[in-house]
Each structure stands twice: as structure tokens, then as C-alpha cells.
């Protein structure tokens, strides 16, 4: 700022602009040419290339940094949401063990994992718009903290009554899948996010296969050895591990990350380099887009079935097939760990398609993504042998999360403006799907709810003609916007005279900065 004031005492023709720089809204400094608000890094910090019209977004990925604020962010979001799934799910291969304990039906167990879906649903719609307010960081830390609270408290069950409660607390972990998304799109340009989001939530999605194998094959068999035996102790304080390992990550998160490349929420606020949000109207604006109905259904069938398979898997095979809990619990854990490079390999394929088809690519790989899904769903329902339908789930399971990472490789194109409130109504639903696949396998058989299951995920498959969104094409009309076209009449028709308004960090542009030389300052449009 002083740099601006000794400019304006040597410039007599901008003076009247003085009182401006009173008005905090208007303060502004210039930097390498750009009109800029507060910022923790400066250009220099920064250790990775980045786009300066996009809030200085990163243009690419480095897996092996852990600079700040990018990379920091991407691997605090994926390890964050890997303990989150580690929760959730810790308690889903000690089930069979709660059944027999509490002398409960499966009836009962499917009405608990109902229920901790419907706690995931109610929470990722709320998170949504509050982390276009709040940032992602901060609600990470927090959701986690509660979660491994609740997660302590497994032991504690004796009743239906209270396996359901618990696991409905719990259920809020499942929706820090909204955090993690929103937190790597703030870091990362649209042209890389398909990668980013596809690596970041599978790997993080991959805490729920670990959960199986490693409560159901290593945590609980250590706990019955310290028991002597004893089945019923060990589930319950087998959960006090993941427990522990969320809470502490819940902290680590908030202390060493940034909530977007130019600092923190609260920072940006308090500089004026941030207006504040309306939840409210955010909230609106994002629930009359068509486009993101579109990818709620099309979620509800690709993490929706991802949630359905990690609760039933484990049970699945130990009813169909007669085999241990340890065992059991192994194979379920297959179907989790394709996350491991399947959601990452279908953003990126999203990613490349975008580059040679625009949107349209993205929509077909999409809806080829699905179609593919529900036909192994298909075969897999009616596979009789333990060698086949392992092999099948295998399959199905990449592309349940490729279609995952191809969906939110499309989000952040619906509505940059409302990011937050999109990301929470499609992330809505996977919880969705859950809870109405749940509820079938709670009134029908294994196989019958297999075969529904993968004739509503081709149906939905369909829904991807529908999607059309702005300045892009769709499947079967339109075209994209020429960037080129677009930035040359903004040039023409846009350009004022008059100091650049600072925006905030969550406010986003595909627009150039316009600057000429230092005595004719230019608006910048957002």
C-alpha cells in the first residue's frame, strides 16, 4: 500500500482516486501488472505453476510436494477424507459379530446402515453452501472431530435402538466427501480437476476397503488374542483405534493447510479481500440447476453402490458362501481398494476427453462409464460360484469409481459461482442411492437386489443426454465458447477506467485481468 500512496503523490492525474483506497472494498495493490486484494503467498512462493485469472489455481500436479498452499491442501484432503472412511466404515465387518452378540435380525442391521446414510445425506447438503461461507478446512477438522467421538463409543451398544443412533452419528463422516471435493477444486483449475478430484477422493474413498480388512483381519483378532478369546470385548474396543487416528488427523489438517491458494477464509476476510456468502441464496441458486439433478441420480449409482457394497459385501459372502469374518472381510476390502487408482484413471480419461471433444467428451465417457457398471452389476447378480463373482466385482467396482471421478470432473463446470452448494447436492447423492439400494437388499434377496441395482444404473446412464451446460456442449446440440472469442470482446466492450474491485477468494472467473500502464488502471470483470 505504501508503494501505491508514493505512485499517486507523483501522479496528479489519479489523484482524485485517494479517497477511494479509503473504501475497503476498493483497496487494491499491483503486483507484476495485476490488480490484486491481500494474499498470504506471493507469486514467488508459490511452487508450482499456476493460473492467475483462475485465483491462482495450480495448472498441474506434483504427487511427490508437499508445498504449500496446493499440494499441501491436495494431500491433507485425501489423507483427511482416508480417516474419515476408516471411520465410517470400521464398524462395517464387525457386523456379523454385533448380530450375534445383540441377538439381532439382518433386518436390523440393514435399518442401522440405513440409517448411518441417512445422517451422511442430511450433512453433505448442509455442508455444501457452508463451505462456500467457511471453507473446507475448517468443517474438515470439525466433522471429523465429532466422528471420532462417535466412533469411540461403539462399545457402548447393547440394543438395536442404539446401534441405530450410533451408527447415524457416525454417518456424519461419510460426508466430509463434500470438504475434501470443494477444498481441491479451490486449489486446482477446471482443466486438471478430473485428475485432481478423481486421485484426491479415491484415495481417500479407499479408508472404507482398509476399514474391512483391517478391523475384520488384523484390529479385531488382535483385540479377541488381548481378550482371551472373548468375541464380544474385542469389537468393542476395536473401534477405539480409527477413533483415535481421525481425531488426530482432524488437527493436523487444521494447522497445517490453507483453504485456498491465496490463504485462509478468516484471513481474507479480514483483510477485505473477501465479501461475505448467503448460504441462503447460495443455497438457491445451486438447487434450481437442472444439471446438478442430473448428476444426483447418476452419483446415487456409482457411489451410491460403492457405499452399498462396502456395508453388504462382507455379509454377502459370509452368508452366500459360509466363509469366516476374516475372510470375509479380505475380499469385501477388494471392492474399496479399486479406489486406489480407478477414480483417479476416470477423471483423467474425463480430463482428456475434454481437451479433444470439450464437454461433450466428458458427458459420453460419463454415461460409457455407467453403462459398463450396471452390465457387470447385472452379471454379477447372477453369479453363482466364490471365483466368479469375486472376478466380476472386480470389474464392476473400477468402473463404479472411474463414473465417480468422471462425475466430478463435470461439477465444477455446472456453476462456479455456487461450487459449494453443487458439490453438496450431487455428493447427496451417493447417500441417496445407498439408503434406496439398502432398502432393497433389506426386503430382498442378494440376488434380486443385485439385479435391480444394475438395471437402474444403465437407466441412469441415459441421463447424461440431458445434462447442457452453459458455454458448453452436450451430447447431442450445442458447441463450446471459444476462450479466445470470449477474452477478445471482453477487451472491446468491458474495459473502464476505473481501479479493480477486489473480490474474494471463492470468487471465480474464466476472464483475463485487463491492465494498461500504471496511470490507466482498468476494471477487471468476474
Keep these: 500500500m505504501e508503494t501505491i500512496s508514493a505512485w499517486m503523490d507523483d501522479n496528479k492525474s ?22 490484486v486484494g491481500w494474499k498470504k503467498y506471493d507469486q514467488a512462493q508459490y511452487k508450482i505453476e499456476v493460473d492467475e485469472n483462475q485465483n491462482d489455481k495450480a495448472k498441474e500436479i506434483k504427487l511427490c510436494s508437499f508445498a504449500r498452499p496446493h499440494m499441501r491442501s491436495f494431500h491433507c484432503a485425501w489423507f483427511a477424507l ?54 473446507a478446512r475448517v468443517l474438515f477438522a470439525l ?11 461403539t462399545g457402548l451398544i447393547h440394543t438395536t435402538r442404539d446401534l441405530i443412533i450410533l451408527r447415524l452419528t457416525i454417518g456424519m463422516a461419510g460426508s466430509c466427501v463434500v470438504m475434501c471435493q470443494y477444498w481441491v477444486s479451490s486449489m486446482f483449475t477446471r482443466e486438471v480437476i478430473g485428475t485432481v478430484s478423481g486421485l484426491c477422493s ?35 474396543f476395536a473401534c477405539i483405534v480409527p477413533a483415535s487416528f481421525g481425531f488426530f488427523t482432524s488437527i493436523v489438517i487444521y494447522y497445517i493447510a ?33 444439471n446438478a439433478w442430473f448428476l444426483f441420480i ?64 466428458r458427458l459420453l465417457i460419463q454415461m460409457t462409464f455407467l453403462m459398463l457398471e450396471g452390465g457387470l452389476v447385472l452379471v454379477f447378480s ?34 462456479p459461482k455456487n461450487g459449494g452448494v453443487i458439490t453438496g447436492i450431487v455428493g447427496a447423492g451417493g447417500s441417496t442411492g445407498a439408503i434406496g439400494f439398502g432398502l432393497t437388499f433389506r426386503q430382498l434377496g442378494y440376488g434380486d437386489s443385485f439385479f435391480i441395482m444394475g438395471c437402474a444404473i444403465m437407466g441412469t446412464s441415459l441421463f447424461s443426454t440431458l445434462i447442457n451446460i452453459k458455454k458448453h456442449s452436450s451430447i447431442f446440440w450445442g458447441k463450446e465458447v471459444n476462450k479466445k472469442s470470449r477474452r477478445k470482446k471482453l477487451g472491446k466492450s468491458k474495459q473502464q477506467t476505473l481501479p479493480a474491485t477486489v473480490m474474494g477468494s471463492g470468487s471465480r472467473t474464466d476472464e483475463p485481468s485487463i491492465m494498461t500502464e500504471p496511470s490507466r488502471i482498468t476494471m477487471q470483470t468476474w
Design 14 to 35: 489519479v489523484a482524485s482516486l485517494r479517497s477511494m483506497m479509503e473504501d475497503p472494498m476498493l483497496v487494491f495493490a499491483l503486483e507484476g501488472g495485476q490488480p
Design 82 to 135: 482416508f480417516a474419515a472412511y476408516l471411520m465410517w466404515f470400521s464398524i462395517s465387518p464387525l457386523l456379523s459379530e454385533i448380530r450375534d452378540d445383540l441377538q439381532i435380525t439382518n433386518k436390523d442391521i440393514w435399518t442401522s446402515s440405513i440409517a448411518s446414510l441417512q445422517g451422511t445425506l442430511f450433512m453433505r447438503f448442509m455442508l455444501g453452501p457452508l463451505c462456500d461461507k467457511f471453507g
Design 143 to 153: 466433522v471429523l472431530a465429532l466422528a471420532s467421538i462417535a466412533t469411540a463409543c
Design 202 to 236: 479415491g484415495w481417500g474413498n479407499l479408508g472404507g476397503g482398509v476399514a474391512q480388512v483391517l478391523m475384520g483381519s488384523v484390529i479385531f483378532p488382535a483385540f479377541k488374542e488381548i481378550f482371551q478369546g472373548d468375541s464380544e470385548k474385542a469389537w468393542r
Design 258 to 290: 490453507d483453504d485456498c491458494p491465496k490463504g485462509n477464509y478468516s484471513e481474507l476476510k479480514k483483510h477485505k479481500s473477501m465479501g461475505d456468502v448467503s448460504v441462503t441464496a447460495n443455497m438457491c441458486a445451486g438447487a434450481t440447476n437442472s
Design 298 to 361: 447418476q452419483y446415487a449409482c456409482s457411489f451410491g453402490v460403492e457405499l452399498t457394497m462396502n456395508n453388504a459385501a462382507s455379509l454377502y459372502f459370509r452368508d452366500e458362501f459360509g466363509l469366516s469374518l476374516e475372510a470375509a472381510a479380505a475380499i469385501a476390502s477388494v471392492c474399496g481398494s479399486m479406489s486406489l487408482f480407478a477414480r483417479g484413471l476416470g477423471g483423467y480419461v474425463s480430463d482428456q476427453a475434454m481437451k479433444t471433444m470439450g464437454m461433450r467428451g
Design 382 to 415: 447372477k453369479a453363482h460360484s466364490l471365483t466368479e463373482s469375486i472376478i466380476v466385482m472386480i470389474c464392476f467396482s473400477i468402473f463404479v469409481q472411474a463414473a465417480e471421478g468422471s462425475t466430478f470432473a463435470i461439477v465444477p463446470y455446472v456453476d
